[in-house]
């Protein structure tokens, strides 16, 4: 009988010594994570991330992304239309948000020429390409580009004298060195009257929302 009670207050002490054992354990794993990179849209408009992460985020909307580097400088490249922004953070280890506000600006030219405007186009400054075409409204936007690439629904528009248009740049492909656009944001902007005259200004910078009035003295 000694002997059973023995066996049996040992078993218990096992017990204890295990689970005591395992608690002890359990309390020690680790919940540590590596330093995360929170990025937020604020734009207005929804964004395609491509780097450090490739991600689309809806307008007011946020990803949390966590990269293999954590300290020092990481740049955020996201794009909206057909511009493309970057934005630079520094991580220092630690989690940090960055908060993307920039988007394409609208660009308004008013016609005071004295002749109806029927065409529009942009280019890089000194560029020997053109880029736009003919004044063209779909989906309630202004669209450039030539005649032969209308669509179904599309309506021929033309800025009569003494009026004005807005056109979204995030519309636009601008033929050129891509990463002097980006950089400097700089155009020339050229329209054309439907007496076959052309009009320009050059390397007008459009960083944000401008305003460009044409009159007869911008005559090349």
Not at 134 to 139: A, H, S, T
Request: with cysteine; proline share 5%.
């Amino acid at each position: 009988m000694k002997k059973i009670t023995t066996f049996f207050i040992l078993v218990i002490l096992i017990c204890f010594v295990s689970c005591d054992t395992i608690t002890h354990y359990t309390v020690k794993v680790s919940a540590d994570k590596n330093p995360a990179l929170i990025i937020e849209n604020r734009t207005g408009y929804p964004v395609v991330v491509t780097a450090p992460v490739s991600s689309s985020i809806n307008n007011e909307a946020s990803t949390l992304f966590q990269p293999a580097v954590t300290r020092g400088t990481i740049s955020v490249t996201y794009r909206i239309g057909r511009i493309q922004f970057t934005e630079q953070v520094n991580m220092n280890n630690r989690d940090v948000t960055v908060t993307l506000t920039r988007s394409p600006p609208w660009l308004t030219v008013v016609n005071n020429t004295g002749v109806t405007i029927n065409n529009i186009f942009l280019r890089y400054p000194g560029s020997p390409r053109w880029s736009g075409g003919n004044i063209v409204i779909r989906e309630d936007r202004v669209r450039l580009g030539a005649s032969g690439g209308a669509q179904i629904g599309d309506i021929s528009g033309s800025i009569i004298n003494g009026n004005s248009m807005r056109i979204w740049l995030g519309d636009l492909v601008i033929s050129g060195d891509d990463n002097f656009y980006f950089t400097d944001y700089r155009y020339d902007v050229r329209i054309d009257d439907v007496q076959g005259n052309t009009y320009v200004k050059g390397d007008v910078q459009i960083i944000r929302d401008t305003t460009l009035p044409f009159t007869r003295s911008d005559k090349p």
